[in-house]
């Protein structure tokens, strides 16, 4: 088994068990739309996600950042996701037995990105500097620096034009 692999296991009762619910409890109170914008990378520092600094980006209501364990994401300076997105960093590997194992890693969201309303982004993937992610699309691949994406699966459709 390589080491970007996990195997499903049912959470025991230790101090690792309330760790995780004490995370998973900030997660879902950073997607309330009472929790001003200031606040919730704040909340997220706590759950694992990683900013550069976080006082330039920009986090809408309802998104959710779904880790696994020894996994994070990672965002660069003047980001916005906007409401809605998804971001997980795993995806389920089909066996003849179901689903008991997931490809594991990190989501890097580089530097000057826009990720549209209701975007999935799933399996490790980096999203380059100065990308656009349109609105619903799903990014299970890498996105290059000054991409344009949109679909299911996200597309290059366009490049951000240089000034």
């Given at each position: 088994?390589?080491?970007?692999?996990?195997?499903?296991?049912?959470?025991?009762f230790s101090f690792l068990?309330?760790?995780?619910?004490?995370?998973?409890?900030?997660?879902?109170?950073?997607?309330?739309?009472?929790?001003?914008?200031?606040?919730?990378?704040?909340?997220?520092?706590?759950?694992?996600?990683?900013?550069?600094?976080?006082?330039?980006?920009?986090?809408?209501?309802?998104?959710?950042?779904?880790?696994?364990?020894?996994?994070?994401?990672?965002?660069?300076?003047?980001?916005?996701?906007?409401?809605?997105?998804?971001?997980?960093?795993?995806?389920p590997l089909l066996t003849?037995?179901?689903?008991?194992?997931?490809?594991?890693?990190?989501?890097?969201?580089?530097?000057?990105?826009?990720?549209?309303?209701?975007?999935?982004?799933?399996?490790?993937?980096?999203?380059?500097?100065?990308?656009?992610?349109?609105?619903?699309?799903?990014?299970?691949?890498?996105?290059?620096?000054?991409?344009?994406?949109?679909?299911?699966?996200?597309?290059?459709?366009?490049?951000?034009?240089?000034?």
């Amino acid at each position: 088994m390589s080491s970007n692999i996990h195997t499903a296991t049912w959470n025991k009762f230790s101090f690792l068990f309330f760790k995780k619910v004490m995370s998973f409890l900030l997660i879902h109170l950073s997607r309330q739309f009472f929790i001003p914008p200031s606040i919730r990378p704040f909340l997220l520092k706590r759950c694992g996600v990683k900013f550069n600094n976080s006082k330039t980006v920009f986090i809408g209501t309802d998104v959710l950042f779904d880790n696994m364990k020894k996994t994070s994401t990672y965002i660069g300076n003047n980001v916005v996701i906007t409401t809605g997105v998804k971001i997980i960093n795993h995806y389920p590997l089909l066996t003849s037995s179901g689903v008991t194992e997931y490809e594991i890693g990190d989501v890097v969201i580089e530097d000057n990105v826009f990720i549209g309303m209701n975007s999935l982004i799933v399996k490790p993937v980096t999203i380059g500097e100065n990308a656009v992610i349109g609105a619903g699309s799903v990014i299970t691949k890498d996105v290059p620096d000054n991409a344009i994406v949109a679909g299911n699966p996200a597309k290059v459709i366009s490049y951000v034009k240089s000034k």
